[in-house]
């Protein structure tokens, strides 16, 4: 099993519409998380980093639920300007990030 | 500040050559990842240093694959020989801490046929 699982989509979704994404963890060491963002053929970027009490960046809210190990990415009112691939990221003691696969979302006019 | 500086960015080779690929961390990054990108296997840590040393080369597909980080301002992942499976995009990234924001460079697309 992936440290990291992520659904790989594609969520097609109509301009403001809001979407959700969550992302499971296997080990529940895991102490930090993060969402980043990759353009199609860009390098990923920091979306927002995840705290336990759950964190909002204007339209963009992550939440995170230790019990049943799994973070989530909330976007509200969806941009063209949104889509893009969608990579959780978790950290486990000495080890460094480890990314999911992505999650694709494509907003549509 | 630049940024990640990656460099070749595009790199056709044919199977067994020699490829190396060279990233020029940002200043005052402690802390320097390479990475793998498919299709197949997402983005994958292939090895990171901390103040130049090795810290977890676990990620390193085999013995054809080696990195090196002479100083702070550059490092080397290199394959020889190279092989069609080795084809995806390798990044370059750095930060300050190991569990803190990543920077990544641009990538370099490496197709090996």
């Known amino acids: 099993r992936k440290e990291v699982e992520q659904d790989p989509g594609p969520f097609n979704v109509p301009e403001g519409a809001t979407v959700a994404f969550n992302c499971t963890y296997s080990n529940s060491a895991s102490q930090s998380f993060f969402w980043y963002r990759q353009d199609c053929r860009k390098e990923p970027k920091l979306l927002m980093s995840?705290?336990?009490s759950g964190n909002e960046d204007g339209r963009f809210t992550a939440q995170l639920n230790r019990a049943s190990q799994y973070i989530s990415l909330l976007i509200r009112d969806s941009k063209l300007s949104d889509s893009a691939t969608y990579l959780c990221v978790g950290v486990t003691g000495r080890r460094a990030l480890t990314f999911g696969s992505g999650t694709r979302l494509q907003v549509q006019p | 500040d630049a940024g990640v500086i990656q460099s070749p960015r595009h790199e056709v080779t044919e199977m067994g050559q020699e490829v190396t690929l060279r990233c020029k961390p940002i200043?005052?990054?402690?802390?320097l990842f390479w990475y793998r990108q498919t299709m197949m296997r997402g983005l994958e840590l292939l090895i990171y240093?901390?103040?130049?040393?090795?810290?977890?080369d676990s990620g390193m597909p085999e013995d054809r694959f080696s990195a090196k980080m002479p100083n702070a301002s550059f490092s080397t992942l290199k394959i020889q020989p190279s092989e069609p499976r080795d084809s995806a995009v390798y990044f370059c990234?750095?930060?300050?801490?190991?569990?803190?924001?990543?920077?990544f460079g641009p990538g370099t697309r490496l197709t090996v046929l």
């Open positions: 995840v705290y336990s």
């Open positions: 200043s005052g990054h402690d802390y």
């Open positions: 240093f901390n103040n130049n040393v090795p810290i977890d």
């Open positions: 990234a750095s930060s300050l801490s190991a569990s803190g924001e990543q920077f």
